[in-house]
């Protein structure tokens, strides 16, 4: 089944960079798109960035452009968020998915927990 795991979340302080995985299994990772979102306690889960199957296209929301970068392995099956110049407010469990409206790909991933803080 389709499968995520999300992976290299940590505490930083303000000011620094994290980079995170996505692990995907269960589907030909090559023909889709994917995205990354991300969750603040007691908020929504709101998209972050979104790349195209070959990885030659990428959009971001704009809290995080210019300061992150999503890219992919088709090889390995990966997605990663380099994050940089981290501010408090992006403090959330951060998640990918499919670019699909399919249920197919309705499942989400365990996350990964990124802390920005002092």
């Known amino acids: 089944q389709v499968q995520f795991v999300e992976s290299g979340g940590g505490l930083v302080q303000p000011g620094g960079s994290l980079r995170l995985s996505c692990a995907a299994s269960g589907f030909l990772f090559r023909l889709y798109g994917m995205m990354w979102y991300r969750q603040s306690p007691g908020k929504e889960r709101n998209l972050v960035a979104i790349i195209s199957r070959g990885g030659d296209t990428a959009t971001y929301a704009d809290s995080v452009k210019g300061r992150f970068t999503i890219s992919r392995d088709n090889g390995k099956h990966t997605v990663y968020l380099q994050m940089n110049s981290l501010k408090p407010e992006d403090t959330a469990v951060y998640y990918c998915?499919?670019?699909?409206?399919?249920?197919?790909?309705?499942?989400w991933g365990q996350g990964t927990q990124v802390t920005v803080s002092s």
């Open positions: 998915k499919v670019n699909s409206s399919s249920s197919a790909f309705a499942t």
